[in-house]
Nanobody, 121 residues
Framework: QAQLAQSGGGLVQPGGSLRLSCVASGFTLANYGTCWFRQAPGKEREGVSCISSGDDSTYYIDSVKGRFTISRDSDKNTVYLQMNNLKPEDTAVYYC??????????????WGQGTQVTVSS
């Protein structure tokens, strides 16, 4: 069964770091544009960072530029989100999502199960 499985996340103090992983099974993730989305309580879901299929171009929203890094390991069929200098406003449930053959998914076919990231002292 084709699916995305997430790992990582948890509780971290402000200024700390976490790495999220999104592992694909049943399909080749390198052929898919992949984004990390997040949704905080009472807020709409927002796209945080994306990596395109093909040339692996990367995209970030302004609030995470310089702090988050998205990357791909094709051998492991995995996309990562390295999050540094975390802030309380980064607290949310994070999801990975993938759509075939695009730079930025607009209608992802696959979604991860979500993982909680909490930034608090």
């Amino acid at each position: 069964q084709a699916q995305l499985a997430q790992s990582g996340g948890g509780l971290v103090q402000p200024g700390g770091s976490l790495r999220l992983s999104c592992v694909a099974s049943g399909f080749t993730l390198a052929n898919y544009g992949t984004c990390w989305f997040r949704q905080a309580p009472g807020k709409e879901r927002e796209g945080v960072s994306c990596i395109s299929s093909g040339d692996d171009s990367t995209y970030y929203i302004d609030s995470v530029k310089g702090r988050f890094t998205i990357s791909r390991d094709s051998d492991k069929n995995t996309v990562y989100l390295q999050m540094n200098n975390l802030k309380p406003e980064d607290t949310a449930v994070y999801y990975c999502a993938a759509e075939e053959g695009v730079a930025i998914p607009t209608s992802p076919k696959y979604w991860g199960q979500g993982t909680q990231v909490t930034v608090s002292s």
